[in-house]
């Protein structure tokens, strides 16, 4: 371990000069940040420290924040979802996956800023980095731990005790810089009630599912701060944060619930008492803190269970001796995770009204390009928007439409702005990841089209990728098998031909909440945090291929694990995968000579069950319908393709009928 350390450190040595692929080039649109860079160094003086995390987190560990919370973004001018910086008093630098470097070369503060892309050779880890800043100075390094998860807490300060030093609490320092002018207000959106018909339990009924955990594991008590986690376990939603039905909101709930009434933590304004929930006491938002210190001194609460993704300022109010160790997931992220029938059924009805949006819209561009209409990727995307509004139980859409022309693709998180859209045309791809927030469900789908005649290359890519959404889509697997062992069969056919993409080949997707949910997830990077597949769970299958300046391919359905009609073995269950989404595959990128037969029917079978579908839900909108029949229209097999396999089988039979004359002869003759 110690070794392992050193290497880390002597790695990360070499590349705090920002040399080796951490460099970006300086482009007039990137945002000036070096007034921001210098306040922050002074406050960061002020505070005794010479090296500052910012993460992207709120004080619930979001994925998506709303505009009062994007501090990372304002002092980088970077708005990826995922990113870290990192500032000491003589350098700033921007650590994020291959999914945004192209997005971050584009808006980082080039002039400024060091781009850190995250798992490429040579480019030193985030703490490693740290290892190596500060055993060059004498600095502390400091974050703000409210935003600062437990668990990278605990990583980081493994590492860095090792050199003699450790992370030092802080305020809120880019709070502090950040003009209140310039600053979004925080939400004040009223929070709604997610009626029962929809979630499929009541409050109490989910206050027993989950206190009947906590029971498992010796617990009095938990802290819940994940904002999907309290939405779910108190049916209630909001719309403080951009693209998910959240509100910021903290919880306490008791095991003994019925005695001591959970808590739930709120801000006032923004809910209504006639939508408390039944049995549980609402307070202001800001009390939290006072009530957490209250229930960790409290002598009647023994065992306290929080889950490994709360912030540490929570951890460092809980005594030792009442934590519940080691940290691991929710209950209540588990239990969401798999939807009770109502949920489900919702989850399997919106992905028809979804398809209809999805259908008039491709059926809108292919009359837009046929009429000779110029459209590019965002006024696609505002399109899409009309027709998903027409549907029934609409909300928003759960995320920023990615909507991608030719190269652009290539990018696996491209993010489209009016002012550079780039228009979409009929000698180029064009991928449209979009999904949508229903009372009922949360969707998720991508789908790259081409609306003239594709390159070889692309149909290659294209049927590579969809051979391995297939192959996702069909297996069987025993209970207890965890997603990152399926991984493989989405990359397999793309290993083929050499290809492969830098991302999970799916994540969960919640009931109107988060379009990413864990706990389960189908991707081959280990994750300590990562629970086996489960019946009830909806995830994505999306393999791509992305080929840097030129094309990029993804398809995306969301699937349900279920259970299979297989006998059981040693007690043993099966599960399989239930393909609910209904948008036809590009007909046009199919290279049917690399289809099997087996891959063929399972193609055709879809298609036919989406036209029988669809039809009748798209009558009276000529263009969807064209759209429709020309992309369900049955493949046949390729003539060269099973022509081409006579000679192999002839091969084997004759070779087969020679070996056993040739053992007669033998016989014959001894």
């Known amino acids: 371990m110690f070794l392992f350390i050193v290497v880390l450190v002597v790695v990360g040595i070499s590349f705090v000069d920002g040399t080796n692929n951490t460099a970006c080039i300086p482009i007039p649109k990137q945002k000036n940040t070096l007034t921001i860079l210098t306040n922050l160094r002074r406050?960061?003086?002020?505070?005794g420290i010479g090296i500052y995390i910012v993460f992207s987190d709120d004080e619930h560990g979001s994925e998506y924040t709303q505009p009062y919370d994007k501090r990372r973004d304002w002092i980088t001018g970077f708005r990826g979802s995922s990113g870290v910086a990192v500032v000491s008093l003589r350098t700033a630098a921007l650590w994020t996956d291959n999914r945004y470097f192209t997005q971050a070369e584009e808006e980082l503060d080039c002039a400024n800023w060091l781009l850190m892309r995250n798992g490429n050779e040579a480019v030193p880890s985030l703490i490693s980095w740290l290892v190596a800043e500060a055993q060059q100075t004498t600095w502390s390094l400091g974050t703000t731990t409210v935003f600062t998860s437990s668990s990278w807490w605990s990583a980081a300060n493994s590492v860095l005790k090792v050199i003699g030093k450790?992370?030092?609490p802080v305020d809120d320092l880019v709070g502090r810089i950040w003009p209140s002018n310039e600053r979004p207000k925080e939400s004040q959106k009223q929070i709604f009630e997610h009626d029962i018909q929809y979630a499929g339990e009541n409050v109490t009924q989910k206050l027993f599912r989950t206190t009947t955990e906590l029971q498992q594991f010796g617990a009095t008590v938990t802290v819940i701060s994940a904002l999907d986690e309290i939405a779910w376990q108190f049916n209630l939603r909001g719309t403080?944060?951009?693209y998910n039905p959240f509100f910021k909101s903290y919880a306490i709930i008791y095991t003994n619930y019925t005695i001591h009434k959970p808590k739930l933590f709120v801000n006032l304004a923004q809910i209504n008492r006639s939508i408390y929930p039944v049995g549980v006491n609402v307070f202001n938002y800001s009390m939290?803190?006072?009530?957490?210190?209250?229930?960790?001194?409290?002598?009647t609460i023994d065992k306290i269970l929080v889950s490994a993704q709360v912030s540490q300022a929570i951890l460092n109010f809980i005594p030792d001796n009442k934590l519940i160790l080691p940290l691991l997931n929710s209950p209540l992220q588990r239990i969401k995770a798999q939807k009770n029938s109502i949920e489900r059924k919702g989850m399997r009805d919106c992905q028809v009204r979804d398809a209809v949006a999805r259908m008039k819209h491709i059926g809108w561009i292919e009359q837009q390009?046929?009429?000779?209409?110029?459209?590019?990727?965002?006024?696609?995307?505002?399109?899409l928007l009309v027709y998903q509004k027409q549907q029934d139980k609409?909300?928003?859409?759960?995320?920023?439409?990615?909507?991608?022309?030719?190269?652009?693709?290539?990018?696996?998180?491209?993010s489209p702005e009016p002012a550079t859209a780039r228009p979409i045309t009929k000698n180029q791809v064009y991928l449209l990841d979009a999904g949508s927030q229903y009372l009922d469900c949360t969707t998720d789908i991508t789908r790259t089209h081409h609306f003239g005649t594709p390159k070889d290359l692309e149909k290659r890519a294209y049927t590579r990728v969809l051979q391995g959404v297939l192959a996702i889509a069909n297996t069987i697997f025993p209970t207890g098998t965890y997603g990152r062992s399926l991984d493989h069969l989405g990359r397999m056919y793309l290993y083929r031909d050499g290809m492969t993409f830098g991302h999970g080949v799916g994540h969960g997707i919640g009931h109107f909440l988060s379009v990413h949910e864990g706990p389960q997830s189908i991707a081959v990077e280990y994750n300590e945090y990562e629970e086996a597949l489960a019946e009830g769970v909806f995830i994505s299958d999306e393999p791509g291929f992305y080929k840097p300046g030129d094309f990029g391919i993804r398809i995306e359905n969301d699937i349900e694990v279920v259970l299979t009609?297989?006998?059981?073995?040693?007690?043993?269950?099966?599960?399989?995968f239930n393909t609910i989404t209904l948008v036809p595959y590009e007909r046009s990128l199919i290279d049917v000579t690399l289809l099997t037969n087996a891959q063929l029917n399972a193609i055709n079978q879809y298609h036919a069950k989406v036209a029988r579908i669809l039809e009748p839900l798209l009558k009276g909108d000529e263009a969807a319908l064209k759209a429709l029949r020309s992309r369900t229209k049955k493949i046949d097999p390729d003539p060269a393709a099973t022509t081409s396999k006579l000679p192999n089988k002839a091969y084997i039979n004759i070779s087969s009928v020679s070996l056993i004359i040739f053992f007669l002869i033998v016989v014959l003759l001894f």
């Open 43 to 47: 406050e960061m003086q002020n505070a």
């Open 166 to 168: 450790q992370l030092q």
């Open 240 to 242: 403080d944060v951009p």
């Open 288 to 299: 939290f803190w006072s009530h957490l210190n209250a229930t960790v001194n409290d002598p």
């Open 369 to 383: 390009l046929n009429n000779g209409t110029s459209i590019n990727e965002t006024e696609s995307i505002d399109q």
């Open 394 to 414: 609409f909300q928003y859409p759960s995320f920023y439409a990615i909507s991608a022309s030719g190269d652009r693709a290539a990018v696996i998180h491209y």
């Open 565 to 576: 009609n297989k006998s059981t073995y040693n007690n043993r269950q099966f599960l399989r």
